[in-house]
Structures are given as C-alpha cells and as structure tokens.
C-alpha cells in the first residue's frame, strides 16, 4: 500500500464507532454551497426585473446536502470537499457538523470562494438555478487521497458532479477495487467518461440528466426503461431514473420495476434528488433489497419537498419510515 494511504482524515469517533460496532459508513465527495434563494409568484422574462417575495439562505451542495440526509437518517457521514476562506465557509461547515456529518476532510481554500448557488422558486416548487462552484472546482488529488482514505472504514461511496470529474473518477476506481458500493448522481447534468459508469454499483439521473447523458427524452416509465438499459449497456451495475411526481424506475440486469411517487404536500423541490440519494445510499449501506432501497429514496425525496430549503428540509428517519409504514402514492 502506498504511504499517503495509511492515515486516515476521519475523526477518532468515526472510526472508533465503525470498528467497534461494525456499523454502516458513507462516504461523501462532492460539492459544498452556499444556497441564495428567492421566491417569487412567477419566473421573469428575458431582461424582465420583477419583485420576489421572500429571500433566504440556506447551506447546500449536492454532495454537502447528501451527506447531511444520510446523517439525519442515523448513518455515521463523512464529507470530503472544499470551501472557500470566505464568509460563508465558516456556516457551511457548522450546518454539516450541526447534522452529525464527519467535516474533518473538509479543506478550507483561500484561492477560491466558496460554491454559490442562486435559486430561483416559484409557486408550484419547481427552481430554476444557476451554480458558481468555486473551491468545488479546486479539488484535485488532495481530496481524492483523502476519499480513499475514508474508504478503508466506508461501505458506500456516494459521487455527484460539481468537483472535478477526475477526481470522482480516481475515487471510484479505489472503491470498487476495495469492493465497496459507488453511487453516481451525474449532476450538474453533463456528459461523463465512458470509463466512470463501468464503476458504478448505482448511477441516478433525472430525466434531464439522462437526456444530457443519452440524448433521450424522459416522458414515462417506457422511456426511463429505455434510459436504463442503455446506462446498463454503457457498464452501469444499476441504473434509478429518478422521474419525480411520476417516481422512479429501476433496472439492473436481473431485476427491473418502477417505485410511484409518495403522495405529499410539494413547496420546494430543491434537493429532492439528493433526498432521494441519501435515502437510497442509507437503504443500501443497511443491505435493503433493491426494490426496497428505491423506495426508501423514493420516500426520503418526498417528505423534503415539504420544506423550504436544501439541508434543513433533510427528513429523519422516524419520518421515512412513518411515510412508507402510511404508504399513500400518487
């Protein structure tokens, strides 16, 4: 083994608690934000200015937001990323450390702000969003020893795309030859190297990134089937196409179906993908069959388009299991 992987930046505590009690661990290496969000009754037209009715901010990231739900759900979480030395960096990492998630492989980058997502929602939820990454975009061979580090005491390996995809690529080699399970939420949507989705155990579009991925268009549980088999094709183990009021659908190459959606209350829709992930990763770290797993991703996506917020909106898992136990779908 080579020197740099014989240290750990996992806290004592972590480690301890995984050893001791052989517990599920994941690990996390993704984007961390800043979310400024506004509300308003409708979106503006192009060189429009309108007046919102609310401002707020929120901590976010896609990979910061994930590693808080599987936290909120009861698995020990670290986080490996960047920040900015900035006004937000101090926040951000209280509101990981606040959810129980590990940030002892959280960087502070002086060179770089910190990521900033601008989130514009309407009436009915739905967002529109424009990410600036910054230290995200910074992480390099640093944060990759540090993921493979983690992965020696991790079960699952959780990945998105707002750091470098190289080094998502070199973290999900390691995991794979270390035997653990790689989730690939391929967002921001963007075209990925053919090699990464041989080292997926699970990869989780949306319908607009898979159309990014695939150039095919998401309408119903036919085409997510076609979606799915093609990122099997491409070398994916599994494959969720998370479709969102319409649920989810499922296929690996012994098992396929489709999960329907939970019947809630929608006020924001920001973060509901990683809700699902966090859900779905905690499900799987817990040996949960994959059909089962889908729907706790499914449940946990759900209870957070309840809320207001990214982090905050995370449920816990009293509240999963109370919503699959009362299961109303639409």
């Not at 301890?16 to 517990?23: E, H, M, P, R």
């Not at 506004?38 to 901010?57: H, N």
């Not at 060179?111 to 390099?140: F, M, W, Y």
């Not at 990945?159 to 399970?181: K, N, T």
Request: negative net charge.
């Amino acid at each position: 083994m080579e020197p740099y992987l014989q240290t750990s930046c996992l806290s004592d505590h972590s480690l301890i608690t995984a050893l001791s009690y052989n517990v599920p661990m994941i690990a996390v290496l993704g984007g961390i934000n800043i979310d400024l969000v506004t509300i308003t009754d409708r979106f503006p037209e192009a060189g429009e200015t309108i007046t919102g009715t609310r401002f707020v901010t929120y901590t976010g990231g896609k990979g910061a937001n994930q590693a808080v739900g599987c936290a909120r759900l009861g698995v020990s979480t670290t986080m490996i990323g960047r920040v900015g030395n900035d006004i937000f960096s101090t926040q951000l990492i209280n509101s990981l450390n606040a959810a129980g998630v590990d940030t002892s492989c959280v960087r502070s980058d002086s060179a770089h702000p910190s990521g900033v997502a601008i989130i514009n929602i309407g009436t009915t939820g739905e967002n529109r969003i424009i990410q600036v990454l910054g230290a995200n975009k910074a992480c390099d061979k640093t944060e990759a020893i540090s993921c493979i580090n983690a992965l020696e005491n991790a079960h699952v390996l959780m990945l998105q795309l707002e750091v470098p995809v190289a080094v998502s690529l070199q973290a999900a080699e390691a995991a794979r030859r270390l035997g653990r399970i790689v989730i690939l939420d391929p967002a921001p949507a963007e075209p990925i190297p053919e090699e990464l989705y041989q080292h997926c155990s699970y990869i989780t579009p949306n319908e607009t990134e898979a159309n990014t991925l695939l150039g095919l268009q998401i309408n119903d549980v036919n085409d997510a089937s076609k979606a799915a088999d093609e990122l099997l094709y491409r070398g994916a183990e599994t494959a969720i196409i998370k479709m969102g009021s319409n649920g989810a659908y499922f296929a690996s190459r012994s098992n396929s179906g489709h999960v329907p959606a939970f019947e809630v209350v929608a006020h924001d829709t920001v973060a509901a993908g990683d809700a699902f992930n966090a859900g779905l990763a905690v499900a799987l770290s817990e040996n949960k069959p994959l059909e089962a797993a889908v729907q706790w991703g499914c449940a946990t996506g759900a209870l957070s388009v309840t809320k207001l917020g990214a982090q905050d909106a995370m449920p816990s898992r009293n509240q999963v299991d109370e919503l699959i136990k009362n299961s109303r779908h639409i």
